[in-house]
């Protein structure tokens, strides 16, 4: 997500507040909370420091400075050591316990304990149509039945059925990387978790779109905004012995509203004499053309507790170190994606002030042109470069899109979206459609310093931030989108006029 987790300096600009993004994580039977390390003398993996999710909890805090992330800790049970450090025990979902919630990640370990009831489900339901986030798991079936089996949306879109895939032998699903030079049957069937506990991590597969020829964007493929890292596309997760599945399910349930979930990532299964090669390690629901929210569903919650983290934060290899960047920025990318649509607007407007004020920024809008496409488009992308030093260009895009719908017609929407597929034909075979990205932020960011030219900004200004942002944010890559359309057309006559000379051939 962002390439550091370094501490932002007091600003010289005043600053509006944070926008606040409240995550309920829940879990039950041994998962925990515990930052107390593993107990060496249990070599079982049982104990509860194991399944720890401290280290995602803590990761969550190194968000950039215009998010503030609250995580709420929740537990199925009370009254146990897995319980105890929990802020909410023996938890039950309602609209009233999810009611200041944005989004909730479910980590179900227990398979026949206090099991999601009715109104359970319902709330889950009610929740998510209210455009909120959903994350669940389990690890291989039927790990994870009780919480997340007939959670809404989660248990269609991986398998909990027993014995599907397994946790032994040639069905299961094992990610592992075997270290060099031992014995591959040795390796096969060791159960006590010994590799999951380093820093070698599996490698990930992910599904890259916007990238072959009959695409508006015919250069590098996009991974989904939850696989955009720090240094490109995350490749690497945590491996785990037995994982579960992830799957696009078939028939499609009449919950996903006709909107196809999609398989955002593989990985690679090491087990010996395995019937299936390669399988689905995370699917998502973009819900948001149903104006719902959003779900995605993991194949393992061995991705976050500490059993499997510990050799990343503790690493003492720069592959190690490197890898915890990638999983961390990919846990921090969960929490900005799942986040409401309302939510990720403001996002973008609180990244937005905090680029116009950047050093380099500022400097360069000093004599910029407002009505200059060449102008805008070179400070879009400064702004872009500028806001993928804190957060990832994939989460710029993703929410940048959600402000250009009320600019844009919903066919050039389309065309721009770098997660939609190809229609077919090249239709524009010449455009770089990143090109109208840079305007728009551009145009954004001399609106910005038309309506704030100096430091001197007035608290009752900033207070007023929230009301008066998006218009003039709005306004601004009207003017940018404005800007590159009369280029386009002059461009387009030039195109014009050089193809004629061709077809004419030599004189």
């Known amino acids: 997500m962002n390439g550091t987790t370094d501490t932002f300096d007091d600003p010289a600009y005043l600053a509006p507040p944070s926008v606040p993004l409240r995550v309920l994580m829940v879990t039950?039977?041994?998962?925990?909370?515990?930052?107390?390390?593993?107990?060496?003398?249990?070599?079982?993996?049982?104990?509860?420091?194991?399944?720890?999710?401290?280290?995602?909890?803590?990761a969550l805090r190194h968000v950039p400075s215009w998010g503030n992330v609250t995580v709420i800790r929740a537990h199925r049970n009370s009254?146990?050591?897995?319980?105890?450090?929990?802020?909410?025990?023996?938890?039950?979902?309602s609209d009233e316990s999810l009611r200041d919630i944005d989004q909730v990640w479910v980590f179900g370990i227990e398979n026949t304990m206090n099991p999601l009831s009715a109104p359970e489900i319902a709330a889950l339901e009610r929740f998510v149509a209210a455009g909120k986030g959903l994350l669940g798991m389990g690890d291989h079936p039927p790990l994870g039945n009780s919480l997340c089996e007939h959670a809404p949306w989660i248990g269609s879109m991986r398998t909990y059925?027993?014995?599907?895939?397994?946790?032994?032998?040639?069905?299961?699903?094992?990610?592992?990387?075997?270290?060099?030079?031992?014995?591959?049957?040795?390796?096969?069937?060791?159960?006590?978790?010994?590799?999951?506990?380093d820093e070698l991590a599996q490698t990930i597969y992910p599904r890259l779109t916007g990238g072959t020829s009959s695409s508006f964007f015919f250069y590098n493929g996009y991974p989904h905004p939850l696989l955009c890292g720090p240094d490109g596309a995350i490749r690497v997760l945590p491996d785990h012995m037995h994982e579960g599945l992830c799957q696009v399910p078939s028939p499609l349930p009449p919950e996903f509203h006709g909107i196809e979930p999609e398989i955002i990532a593989s990985g690679v299964n090491h087990a010996l004499g395995t019937a299936r090669p390669m399988f689905g390690l995370i699917c998502v629901w973009d819900g948001a053309e149903a104006n719902y929210g959003r779900v995605v569903a993991e194949?393992?919650?061995?991705?976050?507790?500490?059993?499997?983290?510990?050799?990343?934060?503790?690493?003492?290899?720069?592959?190690?170190?490197?890898?915890?960047?990638?999983?961390?920025?990919?846990?921090?990318?969960?929490?900005?994606?799942?986040?409401?649509?309302?939510?990720?607007?403001?996002?973008?407007?609180?990244?937005?002030?905090?680029?116009?004020?950047?050093?380099?920024?500022?400097?360069?809008?000093t004599a910029a042109d407002p009505n200059s496409y060449l102008d805008l488009a070179y400070l879009g992308r400064i702004g872009f470069d500028v806001l993928g030093r804190r957060t990832s260009r994939c989460f710029t895009i993703d929410v940048l899109l959600i402000l250009l719908r009320t600019v844009l017609p919903l066919e050039v929407m389309m065309l721009i979206n770098p997660w939609k597929e190809p229609s077919g034909k090249d239709e524009v075979p010449l455009l770089d459609g990143r090109e109208i990205y840079y305007a728009a932020i551009g145009g954004m960011l001399?609106?910005?310093?038309?309506?704030?030219?100096?430091?001197?900004?007035?608290?009752?200004?900033?207070?007023?931030?929230?009301?008066?942002?998006?218009?003039?944010?709005?306004?601004?890559?009207?003017?940018?989108?404005?800007?590159?359309?009369?280029?386009?057309?002059?461009?387009?006559s030039v195109v014009n006029d050089v193809a004629k000379l061709l077809a004419a051939g030599p004189k």
């Open 28 to 58: 039950d039977r041994n998962g925990c909370y515990s930052v107390v390390p593993r107990l060496t003398d249990d070599p079982s993996g049982t104990n509860p420091p194991e399944r720890s999710l401290h280290a995602v909890v803590d």
């Open 79 to 93: 009254g146990t050591d897995w319980s105890a450090t929990a802020d909410l025990q023996n938890f039950r979902f």
């Open 446 to 492: 001399l609106a910005l310093r038309d309506a704030f030219p100096s430091y001197d900004v007035k608290p009752k200004d900033v207070k007023a931030l929230d009301k008066t942002l998006p218009k003039l944010l709005q306004s601004g890559a009207a003017n940018g989108i404005k800007r590159f359309t009369e280029s386009l057309r002059s461009s387009l």
């Open 161 to 197: 059925a027993d014995g599907n895939p397994g946790m032994v032998g040639a069905g299961r699903l094992d990610t592992r990387i075997k270290p060099v030079g031992e014995d591959p049957a040795v390796f096969d069937v060791q159960i006590l978790n010994e590799h999951e506990r």
């Open 299 to 365: 194949s393992t919650w061995h991705h976050f507790i500490w059993l499997n983290v510990q050799g990343f934060v503790n690493a003492t290899t720069p592959e190690g170190r490197n890898a915890w960047r990638q999983i961390s920025a990919y846990y921090r990318n969960l929490v900005f994606w799942l986040a409401p649509a309302a939510k990720r607007a403001l996002l973008l407007q609180r990244a937005l002030w905090w680029a116009r004020w950047e050093s380099r920024m500022d400097e360069e809008l």
